[in-house]
């Protein structure tokens, strides 16, 4: 079913650094293969070239053979392919562009020519797989992160193709969601689709996949049994090893950060409803909840980018309503849940330089402890449009802690990063703390928030709730 023959691929403009280099790979019809691989190992480039997008799309220089279902790669345009394999991509926002949720799960399917009856017939079944019945209407512009990753997988499922390929499909989502997509492989399987999952979450997905494919710089470093594949994910450190947090108390300590009462509605409806909580000096304070529970709209207020319609926000005592989001960015600092969100300059170093050269403020010794710890060093010439995923999102940390904020905030801070680099920002969170800086942490990753958090709260409709311990929290965490 899939067939590729000593595949070399490299990039547009990297000087001819191959992504992919030597890679053979053979998956059978109605197979499971799950690829793992630390961030920038080329899981992602091989999405685009199972997909078409490589060559004909992206570009670049391919050397090798590609056939999938019988088909070569190369001579076939990704519209000619629409039948054969369907892409799901990392960023859900790079393929969905329909006006509503509905319209995106019958794009593909009327590109096809199916019959009306049959395309009503299969956006139900897939509404009610992936629970999106009562967001048919909505826009996916007015979705969150987790619920455009269920779009996207469910716009996927719906087409009548042989061939799945899927990129990080469980980043940005809660344990109810991920139980979805997981429920919703097994029905794939059975109707004897082939699968190919590019995954960091590897440890919910290893039952479900036939075989393992670990990636390293563009080859492969292991392949075998998904039952092998547990003890050398975790020697390579693909599976996270967190060291117990120890419990300390922040309720005495100044508070730097107060939210109260905040209400906001957007599109007619409610998102946050009388929401409040303090975040203090030095704390790591977690916040999680089910996709769409309004967490990400909650933190886009604590450095000015929405205003609420009720209720007041302070910084350090001092309330925040009026000031302009450039003001505030010395004093909060805020990572984005999409790192293209962030991007605004041609190169890595330019990226995190353009903050602290903007507050005449530059420690090169500290830049270069944060792009060291991040691991970035080797990636400070390259374009950050041109990086994966993760090492897109490593970046847009950096460029935040550049700034020196004494209050940072984090959005999904893990998604899209492989295990040791979760470790690593633990580390990194956990030396930031140390030296003073109060963390606010948005994350459905629970493992990190339990190795990283002092305190847990928990967003439900729009309601926070709190928890008196992280791991009480967390385990009682249903979403």
């Not at 995106?104 to 797989?129: D, H, M, T, V």
């Not at 590019?198 to 039952?227: N, T, Y």
């Not at 604590?302 to 926000?313: A, H, T």
């Not at 709730?465 to 009480?472: A, F, G, K, L």
Request: with cysteine; aromatic share 4%.
């Amino acid at each position: 079913m899939i067939d590729l023959q000593h595949i070399q691929y490299s990039y547009p403009g990297s000087w001819g650094v191959p992504v992919l280099e030597g890679l053979d790979l053979k998956v059978r019809s109605g197979e499971t293969l799950m690829v793992a691989g630390a961030s920038g190992s080329g899981k992602s480039t091989l999405s685009f070239l199972l997909g078409g997008l490589i060559p004909h799309i992206l570009g670049g220089q391919l050397k090798g053979k590609a056939f999938l279902d019988n088909m070569d790669l190369s001579l076939h345009s990704p519209s000619e392919l629409l039948s054969h394999v369907g892409l799901v991509m990392q960023n859900a926002d790079a393929q969905l562009f329909n006006p509503t949720v509905q319209r995106e799960l019958a794009f593909g399917l009327e590109s096809l020519g199916l019959p009306e009856e049959e395309i009503l017939s299969r956006i139900e079944r897939a509404s009610q797989e992936f629970g999106l019945g009562h967001l048919l209407r909505r826009s996916p512009e007015d979705l969150s992160g987790g619920q455009k990753r269920l779009v996207g997988i469910a716009a996927s499922a719906c087409m009548p193709c042989p061939v799945m390929v899927l990129d990080e499909p469980l980043a940005h989502l809660d344990e109810i969601s991920v139980g979805k997509v997981k429920k919703a492989l097994r029905k794939l399987r059975s109707e004897g689709r082939t699968l190919l999952i590019a995954e960091h979450r590897v440890q919910a997905l290893l039952e479900e996949v036939d075989r393992c494919l670990i990636l390293e710089r563009g080859r492969v470093c292991f392949e075998g049994p998904a039952r092998q594949a547990r003890e050398e994910l975790a020697r390579i450190g693909l599976i996270p090893s967190y060291p117990p947090k120890p419990a300390r108390d922040f309720s005495r300590a100044q508070t730097v950060l107060e939210v109260r009462d905040l209400s906001k509605s957007l599109g007619g409806r409610l998102i946050l409803d009388n929401v409040g909580f303090r975040l203090h000096e030095g704390e790591i304070l977690a916040i999680l909840g089910p996709n769409g529970a309004g967490k990400t709209t909650l933190i886009r207020h604590l450095n000015g980018l929405l205003s609420p319609d009720r209720g007041q926000i302070f910084v350090r005592g001092e309330p925040i309503s009026g000031k302009d989001p450039s003001s505030l960015a010395p004093l909060v600092g805020m990572v984005f849940q999409n790192p293209n969100d962030q991007f605004f300059r041609s190169l890595v170093r330019e990226e995190i330089l353009a903050g602290p050269l903007a507050r005449k403020f530059c420690s090169p010794w500290k830049l270069g402890s944060i792009c060291e710890t991040l691991g970035l060093t080797s990636l400070l010439e390259r374009s950050p449009y041109r990086l994966s995923e993760g090492e897109k999102r490593r970046v847009a940390i950096a460029s935040v802690l550049a700034m020196g904020s004494g209050i940072l905030i984090l959005d999904e801070p893990t998604a899209g990063q492989d295990g040791r680099s979760r470790m690593e920002l633990a580390r990194l969170l956990s030396r930031l703390q140390e030296e003073g800086t109060s963390i606010l942490v948005v994350t459905h990753d629970r493992a990190f928030a339990r190795a990283v958090a002092d305190r847990c709260l928990e967003m439900q409709e729009g309601r926070m709730r709190p928890v008196s311990e992280i791991q009480d929290g967390l385990a009682s965490l249903r979403a």
